[in-house]
T-cell receptor, first 116, second 114 residues
Framework: NAGVTQTPKFQVLKTGQSMTLQCAQD?????MSWYRQDPGMGLRLIHY???????DQGEVPNGYNVSRSTTEDFPLRLLSAAPSQTSVYFC???????????????FGPGTRLTVL | AQSVTQLDSHVSVSEGTPVLLRCNYS??????LFWYVQHPNKGLQLLLK??????LVKGINGFEAEFKKSETSFHLTKPSAHMSDAAEYFC????????????FGQGTTLQVKP
């Protein structure tokens, strides 16, 4: 298993540009999520999905869109990038979301995004 | 509301001495708690998790943590630090059994001096 993969590893955007951060997992996990990591703030949840076709907002959803058309993929879209979105983005997945407190979440290696 | 507070943003120890990273949580029901480690420019790796089976939880690389409900704490310890333990550590609480949502502490940077 490749686990959770993210592309690209690094990206530089100009303000107003759009892009999609890719996330894929090959573990047949139902639950997938996106976090952003900023210095001194830990990781904050952007959006999450408990299964294909189901998404919901996390703590900091503004400026980001997601969709979940397949179990494997959970892309994160920035429609109009802003400097405040400069961060490291992590995708995570776990076997189940609903009804389980104990599932371990597996994290991808991260995407380092800079918006100029 | 659920929350988690890591009491130290930076901890420095000498190699071979004990490690203590402190974490307090707030939860309206019995929580699931985790410790993750992040080495520089790497992703997050699970160290250990508490799932109500046992209050003393053993993890990888010699780390362990004790869940103390009366103190709402889940401190991470290791008897003897190794240089390779230098990293950032996150205490995490799972806030919902329906959605799998996690809340992260602010992180503690562990420095290990030779």
């Amino acid at each position: 298993n490749a686990g959770v993969t993210q592309t690209p590893k690094f990206q530089v955007l100009k303000t107003g540009q759009s892009m999609t951060l890719q996330c894929a997992q090959d573990m047949n996990h139902e639950y997938m999520s996106w976090y952003r990591q900023d210095p001194g703030m830990g990781l904050r949840l952007i959006h999450y999905s408990v299964g294909a076709g189901i998404t919901d907002q996390g703590e900091v959803p503004n400026g980001y869109n997601v969709s979940r058309s397949t179990t494997e993929d959970f892309p994160l879209r920035l429609l109009s990038a802003a400097p405040s979105q400069t961060s490291v983005y992590f995708c995570a997945s776990s076997l189940r979301g609903r009804g389980s407190n104990t599932d371990t979440q597996y994290f991808g290696p991260g995407t380092r995004l800079t918006v100029l | 509301a659920q929350s988690v507070t890591q009491l130290d943003s930076h901890v420095s120890v000498s190699e071979g001495t004990p490690v203590l990273l402190r974490c307090n949580y707030s939860s309206s029901y019995s929580p699931s708690l985790f410790w993750y480690v992040q080495h520089p420019n790497k992703g997050l790796q699970l160290l250990l998790k508490y799932t109500s089976a046992a209050t003393l939880v053993k993890g990888i690389n010699g780390f362990e943590a004790e869940f103390k409900k009366s103190e709402t704490s889940f401190h991470l310890t290791k008897p003897s630090a190794h240089m390779s333990d230098a990293a950032e550590y996150f205490c995490v609480v799972r806030i919902s059994s329906n959605t799998g949502k996690l809340i992260f502490g602010q992180g503690t940077t562990l420095q290990v001096k030779p």
